[in-house]
C-alpha cells in the first residue's frame, strides 16, 4: 500500500509559495525592459511635460482677450507671429493677440490658452476674428502635468507595460533597475527518458517535460536552464541536482517523485545544503505526487513525471512561484484572467481534492461552451486538444451541466477561437 | 476647417486588416519555437507512444486470468519476472502468470493488462495473490494512443503552446516550419521629436512611441525595427520610408497623419510604389486620424503623433494586423479576452462613433469595478493609470453605472489585482 502522504490543500500550497521573494537585481535599457519588474520605486527626474503645450491646432491667446466672443459678437485680435513645433516660443503674447500655434507647440509668454483654429478666420495677415469665448488654460497641458517632478510615477514590483515605457523614455530614463530574471534549473529523470534528437528503442520514450516545461518558463518571464536527461540514479542525480543549485535560482524535477520504490527525487533533496521539506503531496488531481522544499532559499520542486500532471502542476502553482522569485506581485496565471463559459455536461469529483479538468472551448450561438477532455491519464493528446483548464473547487461534489465556468487559458492569444 | 475624412467604422477596419497574410516562412528549432505559428500541417511520423505502456506501478497479466477475482477468492498467478524502465520487455506473460512492471513501462508480450499493486500481494517469491478482475487494456496506454503515425497532429495556423512543443519532442520532431516574424519598421516623425538619450531644449520632447509601439510589437510576437526620428520634411520622411520597406515586412509612422498643414505622412505614402490608400480615418475616439495603406502587399500605417491615441489604435487594430502578418488565424487583443467588471459611474459617448475608454480596475468586497480614468487628451499618465480599455459601441450613446464590461487588459500578467 503507498505509504502516508501528508497532502497540502491549494491554498496551503500558495501560502508557502508566496513566502518567496524576488532573486537579485540588475539595470536593463529602455529596449529590454518590457515585461521586467521594478526593483525600486521610479521618481520623475523632471517635470513631464516640461513646458506648457497646446493640444491643438489654434491660436495662443490671453484667455480674457476672447471673453464675450461668440458667432454673433467676434472678437477681433491682432496677429502676432507664428510658433514652431521643437522650437522655443520666442514671441509675448499682449492682450488683444493671437499667436499661430500648431498641436503640441509651446505656449508662448504672457498666453494662457488656445483658440481651436476651427473658431477662427483670419481678416487678413494681421486680424484674426475669433468667434468663441475660451477659459484660461483651455487647450493647454502645463508643466508636470502628466508627472511633477520628484513624484513617484512608477512603484517597486510593476511589471512594465508598453506605456510604462513610454513614460520613462518621456522623463529621459534610458535604463532602470529591475529584479533578476528567475532562472530555472530543469532536469528530467527516468532510465527510460531519451533526448529528442536520439531514435527511440522499445520501452524508451523522449524527453518531453524539457520542452513543455521550458517553453511554459519562458512565457511568464523565466530563464529555463535545461540540464539534461538523468537516469534513475542516486549519485547521478545528486551530482546534477548540487550543479543546478549552482547556476539557477530554483531546480524543478520531473519525474521520480511518486511514493515508491522511486522515490529518487526526495532523497535527492534530502541530501542539499540546508534542505527543508515544505510540500509532500497536494490535495489536487492531477498532480497529487508534487514536493516543494528549499535549499537554503531556493525552491526546490519535484514534479509528476507524467506529462500532463506536470504541466498542470507548473500552469496553477509554478507560474505563481515565478512571479514571486520576479519580485512582482501578481497571481501568476491562477484564474484571475480567463475566459467564462457554460459547462456542456455535468462533472463528478472527489470531495477533499481539488480537480482541474482540461476544456475545449466551441462557439455555440454566441456562447462559449467549455467541454471536458477525458483520456487516460498519461496521454499528452488531452493537453492539445484543450484550450484551458476548469478547477473543481475541494468542497464540492462535481459541477452540473450549465454552470458557468471560469476557463483558464492555455494560451492568452489562442488563435483558434473564432 | 478640417478637410473631408472618409471614415471607415471600426469593422470595416477588421475586414480591410483580415484581407493579410502569412510574411515568408522558416525552419525553427524546438528550443526557439513556443508562440511561433505553424506553416504547415504537422503529420506524426510515428505512433505515439511506440509500445503498450503500463499507466500504474503493478503486475502484468492477461486479463482473463484475473477473471472472478476479488478479495473474498483472490486468483492465484505465478510471478514471471520483472519489466525495467526503458528497456523492451523480455519475458512472456502466458495464462496464469504475472510480471512485475512500472509506471510508464513496456508491456511484455502476451499480457493485455495491468492490476495495480494495490490490488496484490506476494504470498511468496513466485505466487501473487490477485483480489480484483481486471478488463483487458485497464492500465495500459496501446500504440497511437496519443497520435497514429501518418495522423495531423497539429494544424497549420496554430501557435504553438507549451503542450504542443512537448507533442513534437515525443514524436521525436527537433525543429519545425512556422511562418516568417513581422518585422515592423517604425518611424516618429515631428520637428520636435528629441532622442531619449539626449536633453530636450524648450519646445522639444522625447521620443515616446518608438517605445511603446516597439514594446507592444514584441509583446505580440513582432519584431519591431526602430528607424528613428524624423523631422516634418518630405523628403527625409520618403528616404527613410523606402529604406524601411526594403527592410521590413511593414511601416508605422506615428504622428503627422492628422488633416492640414502637416499631412505628411499621407503625401510620404502616396510616393511609394504600388501604393493603395485603404482607410484615411476610423470612427473611433481615440485615434480617428489613422491612415491604412499599402505599398505592394506591405501594410503601411499612418498612427496618431499622440501617444495615447498611437497606443490605442495600435491595441485595436495593429494587434490584430500583426495575427494576420503572422498567419495566426486569431483575433488580437481584440477583446476576446479580457475581465468582466462592473462600471463605476454613467459613460456618455458620442453616436456614430466607437470610443475606447481607459478604466482602471478596483476590487470591492470580490466584486470587481472598471472605474474610468479621464484626462486631458495627449496626456501618457492616464494610459500608465489604467489597466485596460473598455469600448463603447457605435450604436449606443453611453453607458450607465453598474453595466457588466468587458476590460481588454494592457497586461495580462497584471500584477496589480490582489
Not at 500532463?308 to 501568476?332: K, P, Y
Request: net charge negative; glycine share 12%; charged share 25%.
Amino acid at each position: 500500500m503507498e505509504s502516508f502522504f501528508e497532502l497540502k490543500t491549494p491554498d496551503e500550497v500558495f501560502d508557502i509559495i508566496d513566502r518567496w521573494g524576488p532573486v537579485g537585481e540588475e539595470i536593463v535599457s529602455l529596449d529590454d525592459i518590457m515585461d521586467r519588474v521594478l526593483s525600486r520605486d521610479l521618481t520623475a527626474p523632471e517635470d513631464l511635460p516640461q513646458f506648457s503645450r497646446s493640444t491643438m491646432d489654434g491660436y495662443a491667446v490671453k484667455a480674457k482677450s476672447t471673453f464675450g466672443a461668440s458667432e454673433g459678437m467676434p472678437a477681433l485680435l491682432e496677429v502676432g507671429g507664428e510658433v514652431l513645433m521643437g522650437e522655443a516660443a520666442k514671441v509675448v503674447v499682449e492682450a488683444g493677440q493671437a499667436v499661430k500655434i500648431p498641436t503640441g507647440g509651446m505656449l508662448p509668454e504672457g498666453a494662457d490658452g488656445v483658440v481651436m483654429k476651427e473658431y477662427c478666420s483670419l481678416l487678413d495677415e494681421e486680424t484674426l476674428e475669433v468667434n468663441r469665448t475660451i477659459s484660461p488654460l483651455e487647450n493647454v497641458i502645463q508643466p508636470g502635468d502628466d508627472f511633477r517632478q520628484g513624484s513617484v510615477f512608477l512603484n517597486k514590483g510593476h511589471r512594465l507595460r508598453p506605456q510604462d515605457l513610454g513614460v520613462m523614455a518621456g522623463l529621459g530614463l534610458s535604463a532602470a533597475p529591475v529584479f533578476g530574471k528567475p532562472r530555472i534549473a530543469i532536469i528530467s529523470t527516468g532510465d527510460e527518458i531519451v533526448p529528442v534528437d536520439k531514435p527511440s528503442l522499445p520501452g524508451q520514450v523522449r524527453d518531453i517535460n524539457r520542452y513543455t516545461l521550458g517553453a511554459l518558463c519562458r512565457r511568464v518571464g523565466a530563464e529555463p536552464i535545461c540540464m539534461g536527461v538523468c537516469p534513475d540514479d542516486f549519485e547521478a542525480l545528486k551530482r546534477m541536482s548540487e550543479k543546478a543549485l549552482m547556476d539557477a535560482d530554483s531546480l524543478w524535477i520531473s519525474g521520480g517523485s511518486s511514493v515508491g520504490t522511486k522515490d529518487l527525487t526526495l532523497k535527492v533533496f534530502e541530501t542539499l545544503p540546508q534542505f527543508e521539506l515544505l510540500v509532500h503531496g497536494i490535495s489536487i488531481s492531477p498532480g497529487k505526487p508534487t514536493i516543494i522544499g528549499k535549499s537554503g532559499t531556493q525552491p526546490v520542486i519535484g514534479l509528476p513525471g507524467h506529462v500532463a500532471s506536470a504541466l498542470v502542476v507548473a500552469e496553477v502553482f509554478m507560474t505563481r512561484m515565478i512571479s514571486r522569485l520576479s519580485g512582482d506581485t501578481g497571481l501568476g496565471n491562477h484564474f484571475y484572467t480567463g475566459l467564462e463559459a457554460e459547462l456542456s455536461q455535468n462533472i463528478e469529483s472527489a470531495n477533499g481534492r481539488e480537480d482541474y479538468i482540461r476544456v475545449k472551448l466551441i462557439e455555440e450561438g454566441g456562447n462559449l461552451i467549455a467541454r471536458p477532455v477525458f483520456g487516460k491519464s498519461g496521454l499528452i493528446s488531452t493537453l492539445v486538444e484543450a484550450d484551458g483548464l476548469i478547477r473543481i473547487d475541494m468542497n464540492t461534489e462535481g459541477l452540473y451541466q450549465g454552470d458557468r465556468v471560469r476557463v483558464m487559458l492555455f494560451n492568452f492569444r489562442d488563435g483558434d477561437l473564432r
